[in-house]
């Protein structure tokens, strides 16, 4: 059974960074497209940044509400995906959670996610 762990959220102030961790167990990540998702208060889960490797080098993108201020890596030897965010803001108060996004879902079950509390 896979399992996915979120972690290195916490309660940061407008400007501050965070980086999260997502590690997978039970499942290797070489061949995958892994996404960082969020979900703020009252509103649906949606995906923020892909990492998708093609053979000669992986491939980035971002949702315009992040771009230039995440970034998303990945170690496939750890099986961790990471996000680094920047210059966060309170926009961002959200339960970050990582999965493989494929047509209609995701590949595996849930973690419990990391919450991200950003107060002014």
């Known amino acids: 059974q896979v399992q996915l762990v979120e972690s290195g959220g916490g309660l940061v102030q407008p400007g501050e960074s965070l980086r999260l961790s997502c590690t997978v167990f039970?499942?290797?990540?070489?061949?995958?497209?892994i996404g960082w998702y969020r979900r703020a208060p009252g509103q649906e889960r949606e995906l923020i940044a892909t990492?998708?490797?093609?053979?000669?080098?992986?491939?980035?993108a971002y949702a315009a509400s992040v771009e230039g201020r995440f970034t998303i890596a990945r170690d496939d030897a750890a099986n961790t995906v990471y996000l680094q965010m920047k210059n966060l803001q309170p926009a961002d108060t959200a339960v970050y959670y990582c999965?493989?996004?494929?047509?209609?879902?995701?590949?595996?079950?849930w973690g419990l996610g990391t919450q991200v509390t950003v107060f002014s």
């Open positions: 999965n493989a996004p494929i047509r209609g879902g995701t590949v595996w079950a």
């Open positions: 039970g499942s290797g990540l070489r061949g995958y497209a």
């Open positions: 990492i998708t490797p093609t053979g000669s080098e992986d491939i980035t």
